[in-house]
T-cell receptor
């Protein structure tokens, strides 16, 4: 399986701090995506980074991608209590992967007041 | 309403019964997917569909059947439910554009098999 794995599995921080989550994957990719899941809800797409990109920003989110190490990181700056959620990375299957995504097991982030 | 919807949101059934979970999207997306989410396993792909009348197996297809007669609907059937199929099921869709294959998820169906 090319399932990604997030690290850490759980993370607890104080409001205002930065949160960093890492993702490792096994095979070649066209792009890597990050999703957020609030408790009891479906996943919501956050950001996509293509295999030829090294860094991407969206608001308080910063994603990096290192294809040589098959790893990505998601940084959430100035975290808020509303950022409390599970975060998943997802990879496509590269050239022959079609539109399928393989999701990691997720990082549970808790932001405390 | 625009978007992707799932029904029912909650379902309790008994072992051996047939159950159908419904998924409907209003974007005319080509691709639709069914996942199950279990603790410790993340999301696992059950079946997916690239277009109407085209379906294919994912990672964990055993015990499930899908059909896609219309682009907007992608029902998932458990022909004879087992306790191991107790899970939260998510439907998702995405456009044909592989350069940006973001998936849009429904709210999920929590299924309990007794």
């Amino acid at each position: 399986s090319q399932q990604g794995e997030e690290d850490p599995q759980a993370l607890s921080i104080q409001e205002g701090e930065n949160a960093t989550m890492n993702c490792s994957y096994k095979t070649s990719i066209n792009n890597l995506q990050w999703y957020r899941q609030n408790s009891g809800r479906g996943l919501v797409h956050l950001i996509l980074i293509r295999s030829n990109e090294r860094e991407k920003h969206s608001g308080r989110l910063r994603v990096t991608l290192d294809t040589s190490k098959k790893s990505s990181s998601l940084l959430i700056t100035a975290s808020r209590a509303a950022d409390t959620a599970s975060y998943f990375c997802a990879t496509d299957g590269g050239t022959g992967g079609g539109n399928k995504l393989t999701f990691g097991t997720g990082t549970q982030l808790k932001v405390e007041l | 309403d625009a978007g992707i919807t799932q029904s029912p949101r909650y379902k309790i059934t008994e072992t051996g019964r047939q159950v159908t979970l419904m998924c409907h999207q209003t974007w005319s997306h080509s691709y639709m997917f069914w996942y199950r989410q279990d603790l410790g396993h993340g999301l696992r792909l059950i079946y997916y569909s690239a277009a109407a009348d085209i379906t294919d197996k994912g990672e964990v297809p055993d015990g499930y059947v899908v059909s896609r007669s219309k682009t907007e609907n992608f029902p998932l059937t458990l022909e004879s439910a087992t306790r191991s199929q107790t899970s939260v099921y998510f439907c998702a869709s995405s456009s044909r554009d592989r350069s940006y294959n973001e998936q849009f998820f429904g709210p999920g169906t929590r299924l309990t098999v007794l």
